[in-house]
């Protein structure tokens, strides 16, 4: 027999005459989940885990299979116990790659989750005997991360801090998943990262780490998560290209859009204008407060893009890039970078690759350009006339940024938590003069709401969160997490005889601190009022 969910509660707003309400419908409570088994490396086949490389590039740390004697028992629900199995054991020689300052690698899932469905995750751990520490009483910070559907390292879920006072016994480790499933809002994990940093509890490690993990577990929620609560805001951006930071364990993420030219291809390098002036600029409409100080936008120029990655500034071994930030105070600076033979490394673009700043007394709202008078004259501008000139070091530093070479406009969360959910608006991104591409400018507002997917490639780990709002936009409707499973539903009217639809509105922003869909004009009703409602399907 099925039950009727019922309204648990409204939250009425009004705006401009419309009125708006919200509200989540529960399902039915759910049964408890088994506790889900990672891996308790049992045997060599149960091989689920890859080993990666430093950040840098170096090579990685080793991993094996231990068996037998290097076994921990659980008392984990549902886990079984097998004496004569064993774990999985993992090894980095600092001295010989003290480079990429950390060690990584990841257990993969036998099968995807939803981490709502769990409450916390466990697994035991030992140092060996002689293992390197830190001069501060500890073998250093296994940082344990959650591989989403992009396959990387999307979300942290916490930090065991390890003690040499423990010993080299095993070591139970209990990490809540709560926060973390409110993060991922449904996103399926798929993994499991364990990472260690050279220096991130004191000294820089010195000599050789090895540790043993095994019993990786997920328990069991006992009762489904709290419900979403839903709420309805006006539109306080303007019109123009919105870009959302959408949060997560790494404060990094990027969202950009990469320019493309389907008949020329990806060849929007200066290199080869001779005294033509080439000109990449954007101009910002709208931007977080000085409150959310650190937000960054970006113009990455990048030899052999169009790949469609969004952190290609850190993996590209050669990048030129504007980047502009927000400061406490109201201000912006603006900065001219690059750097060469730097793969999965950003350190280049701060040491001999800082070329330039500029300072914007008014904030970052205004037009930002990187202009190349020829191969290797530069000139940076911002709003207000700030600007300054800068050269390339030699026509052979310029040269590595020859065609083919794509530009990237966007920007990142930057900073710290306090900007998740904050985004930067465009009015416009440009390309002017390039030899070998048709140079183009994008006026957002002129798009009709659709990014023009022609001449420009969205990469982001999130692609929702790139959109245009256009002038007759008003309102939002957001709801917090987690929400997964749920749809927005909407009826003109109130009451017994209320007739309630799925809203069509899929473009779901989402970010960490919660998710919000913008109501198109078209979707509002004529009798000036309506009626918003997250629905999740009933359990039997």
């Known amino acids: 027999m099925k039950h009727n969910n019922r309204f648990q509660r409204w939250i009425i707003t009004s705006f401009s005459g419309l009125t708006l309400a919200g509200t989540s419908l529960l399902s039915q409570a759910q049964a408890q989940t088994p506790a889900y088994i990672v891996d308790q490396f049992d045997s060599s086949a149960e091989v689920g885990y890859y080993q990666e490389s430093g950040w840098n590039g170096s090579s990685g740390p080793s991993a094996v299979f231990n068996f037998n004697t290097n076994n921990a028992m659980t008392t984990v629900a549902g886990a079984t116990n097998n004496p004569g199995s064993g774990s999985l054991e993992w090894m980095v020689d600092w001295d010989t790659y003290s480079a990429a300052q950390d060690m990584a690698g990841r257990v993969s899932l036998p099968t995807q989750i939803n981490l709502a469905d769990y409450t916390n995750l466990s697994f035991d751990i030992q140092f060996q005997t002689n293992c390197a520490t830190d001069g501060n009483g500890s073998y250093g910070n296994i940082e344990v991360d959650l591989v989403g559907s992009q396959g990387w390292y999307q979300f942290t879920l916490d930090v065991y801090s390890s003690s040499v006072a423990n010993g080299n016994g095993w070591i139970h480790v209990n990490m809540p ?255 002017s003069n390039t030899p070998y591409s048709t140079p183009f400018t994008d006026v957002f507002t002129n798009d009709g709401g659709v990014i023009n997917t022609s001449q420009w490639l969205i990469d982001d780990a999130a692609p929702n969160n790139i959109l245009i709002v256009q002038t007759n936009d008003a309102f939002w409707v957001n709801w917090t997490l987690p929400a997964s499973g749920y749809s927005l539903f909407s009826s003109p009217t109130l009451g017994p005889g209320a007739v309630w639809s799925n809203t069509g509105l899929s473009s779901i922003v989402i970010t960490t601190a919660g998710d919000q869909v913008l109501v198109p004009q078209s979707s509002l009703p004529a009798s000036g009022q309506g009626f918003f409602v997250l629905v999740q399907p009933a359990s039997p």
């Not at 509890?201 to 095994?214: C, E, P, V, W």
């Not at 709202?365 to 290797?376: A, E, R």
């Not at 940076?380 to 990237?408: C, H, K, R, W």
């Open 177 to 431: 998943t709560a926060t973390a499933a409110a993060t991922m809002n449904g996103t399926p994990v798929e993994g499991i990262g364990i990472k260690i940093q050279q220096n991130k509890t004191g000294s820089n490690l010195a000599g050789t780490t090895d540790f043993l993990i095994d019993n990786i577990i997920f328990s069991a929620a006992t009762t489904p998560p709290t419900p979403p609560t839903l709420s309805i805001s006006p539109i306080t951006t303007p019109p123009g290209l919105l870009i959302v930071a959408q949060g997560g364990g790494n404060q990094y993420n990027r969202a950009e859009l990469e320019a493309t030219d389907l008949l020329n291809g990806f060849n929007f390098s200066w290199v080869g204008a001779g005294a033509t002036p080439v000109t990449y600029s954007m101009t910002i409409a709208g931007y977080p407060d000085a409150s959310h100080s650190g937000f960054e936008s970006e113009i990455f120029l990048v030899p052999n893009g169009g790949n469609g990655d969004p952190a290609i500034d850190w993996d590209a071994a050669n990048v030129a890039q504007m980047t502009i930030f927000n400061n406490s105070d109201g201000s912006a600076t603006g900065s001219f970078q690059y750097k060469t033979n730097d793969a999965q490394d950003n350190s280049g673009f701060s040491g001999y690759g800082n070329l330039a700043s500029i300072a914007v007394p008014t904030g970052p709202l205004g037009t930002w350009s990187i202009t190349f008078v020829n191969d290797t004259n530069v000139t940076l501008s911002g709003p207000g006339g700030a600007s300054t000139n800068v050269n390339f070091p030699d026509e052979a530093t310029a040269q590595v940024f020859a065609n083919p070479l794509t530009a990237y406009f966007g920007n990142q969360q930057g900073g710290t938590t306090a900007n998740i959910g904050q985004g930067s608006t465009y009015s416009q991104f440009s390309i």
